[in-house]
């Protein structure tokens, strides 16, 4: 208790938390990849897989993450809160020298994510936009067996404009959160220091725009008719 009633507590385990679902937006990506078809049976194969697991297993995975994803959430909206009520009067002269636009705006960056992955759920996981196109309700032969078509609704999701720029810009959101909320990781856990630092923001950076550009890829090579079902 005394640990999350500090402001450094609140912040390691924000830390800790926002790595852990960086690494879950690495393995998720690779497996969406599959939609190019490096797997057999590409995206259909992969869906088929992960729900093959045993349901205690899918279940506590999701628990555990979406444990994660309001621990991450309650400490930033609460950190961000206690900063701000910290100055109730604004500088006279505000310093930016090491503030960027991504380090100023992650509580904004943060709530479109936020926003984004209620709606990604509700398209993708629970199927419930658009549902005449939802893979549950449309089967097709894998590897001597029916299974949903989630290539046929990911397809039928990305053609339409407004759905593929939802999740371009959703995607903008989530580079500028990890482009400032890796490197802060290390900060964090006092895992940095002066030499160490510009090599952190750059990796960063480029792990963050390794993300933006592999998610991205899918909803426009769809919307651009290069990618088909």
């Known amino acids: 208790m005394q640990f999350t009633s500090s402001s450094i507590g609140r912040k390691i385990l924000m830390a800790i938390t926002g790595q852990a ?3 879950f937006a690495v393995v998720h990506l690779l497996g969406n990849s599959s939609i190019f078809g490096w797997l057999n049976g590409g995206i259909n194969a992969y869906a088929e897989h992960l729900h093959s697991m045993p349901l205690p297993i899918i279940i506590g995975f999701r628990l555990v993450l979406l444990a994660m994803v309001c621990v991450h959430i309650w ?3 609460t950190l961000t809160i206690e900063n701000r009520g910290g100055r109730p009067q604004q500088y006279a002269v505000k310093s930016t020298q090491k503030a960027t636009f991504a380090s100023e705006n992650m ?8 926003l984004f ?4 759920l509700a398209h993708f996981t629970f199927q419930v936009i658009n549902p005449e196109t939802a893979a549950l309700k449309n089967l ?7 299974v949903p078509n989630v290539l046929g609704m990911v397809v039928a999701g990305f053609k339409n404009f407004f ?3 939802i999740y371009a810009g959703a995607m ?3 580079f500028l959160h990890l482009s400032h909320g890796i490197q802060s990781f290390f900060q964090t856990m006092g895992w940095s ?4 630092q510009p090599l952190l923001v750059k990796f960063g950076t480029l792990v963050a725009l390794g993300l933006f550009l592999g998610y991205v890829t899918i909803p426009l090579t769809i919307f651009a008719g290069i990618l088909k079902g």
Do not use: Q, R
Not at 107 to 114: A, H
Not at 117 to 120: I, K, R, S, V
């Open 21 to 23: 679902m960086v690494l």
């Open 75 to 77: 400490f930033g909206i």
């Open 107 to 114: 509580i904004w960056t943060g709530t479109l994510i936020g």
């Open 117 to 120: 992955l209620a709606y990604h």
């Open 140 to 146: 097709v032969p894998l590897h001597n067996e029916m």
């Open 163 to 165: 759905v593929s720029l």
């Open 172 to 174: 903008v959101a989530l």
């Open 193 to 196: 220091c002066d030499k160490s």
